[in-house]
């Protein structure tokens, strides 16, 4: 059993949360706090395996509390609950040891999905945050070079024996284009027409064949073998 502790100022918000996670039969919510001062009290009281926190919270707020949790319990995993998809914030998460970064608009089976990714010792960002992160990354490596320049030091960096996307089945790579442009799994299986379980055993193939297990690798490959560019 996951045992999650909801840190968020919003109660309604909470609440969602929790009815969402009561439908996973391997995950409790076993405390609630609404700012830094209620969740550091949870944490020696309940020692919880995760925390599920809002980065905007009053007094000190998520990220400050993230890092003294890093500093206090290292096993603690924390994924930051966020409105903002910029990557300065996404950033500034990952430096003070947040496991994960997730978009408050996210569907329930994003959330389940960056649950158990994070439980595994993986990275999880939301589609979105992927793609802005991934995005001023090849920028910043590229300049002001042009789109083959970059793409073609930046695919000198992949791992050797790497898939290329035409040794893709067709529906992978069309899965892929869409992850990269920073589509959730619900708008995946909307756009597609198939369910949120094929978008994320397609999801879970692409991972396998290529050998990269978070979305942030998934988006940085089909940026640099160019499956999309920066401005689709």
């Given at each position: 059993m996951i045992r999650i502790l909801l840190v968020e100022d919003?109660?309604?918000?909470?609440?969602?949360?929790?009815?969402?996670?009561?439908?996973?039969?391997?995950?409790t919510v076993v405390a609630e706090a609404s700012d830094a001062e209620g969740a550091i009290r949870q944490?020696?009281?309940?020692?919880?395996?995760?925390?599920?926190?809002?980065?905007?919270?009053?007094?000190?707020?998520?990220?400050?509390?993230?890092a003294h949790f890093q500093r206090t319990h290292p096993q603690l995993q924390v994924i930051?609950?966020?409105?903002?998809?910029?990557?300065?914030?996404?950033?500034?998460?990952l430096r003070v040891g947040a496991k994960g970064y997730l978009l408050k608009d996210s569907s329930?089976?994003?959330?389940?999905?960056?649950?158990?990714?994070?439980?595994r010792g993986e990275a999880?960002?939301?589609p979105l945050v992927s793609r802005h992160v991934v995005s001023a990354f090849v920028k910043q490596q590229g300049?002001?070079?042009?789109?083959?320049?970059?793409?073609?030091r930046a695919t000198s960096h992949l791992k050797e024996g790497l898939a290329t996307?035409?040794?893709?089945t067709p529906r992978q790579r069309e899965i892929l284009r869409l992850i990269a442009q920073g589509q959730t799994t619900q708008g995946i299986a909307n756009q597609l027409s198939i369910s949120i379980k094929t978008v994320e055993t397609h999801r879970a193939q692409l991972m396998e064949r290529l050998n990269i297990h978070s979305i942030a690798g998934l988006v940085?490959?089909?940026?640099?073998?160019?499956?999309?560019?920066?401005?689709?």
């Open positions: 919003h109660s309604l918000v909470r609440a969602g949360i929790r009815a969402l996670l009561a439908g996973l039969d391997d995950m944490v020696a009281q309940q020692n919880p395996d995760m925390v599920l926190m809002d980065i905007a919270l009053p007094g000190v707020n998520g990220l400050e509390l993230t930051i609950l966020s409105m903002y998809a910029d990557e300065e914030y996404v950033l500034q998460a329930i089976g994003e959330l389940e999905l960056a649950i158990r990714a994070v439980m999880y960002l939301s300049g002001d070079a042009d789109a083959n320049g970059a793409r073609s996307p035409n040794q893709l940085r490959y089909a940026v640099h073998t160019g499956l999309v560019s920066l401005d689709d």
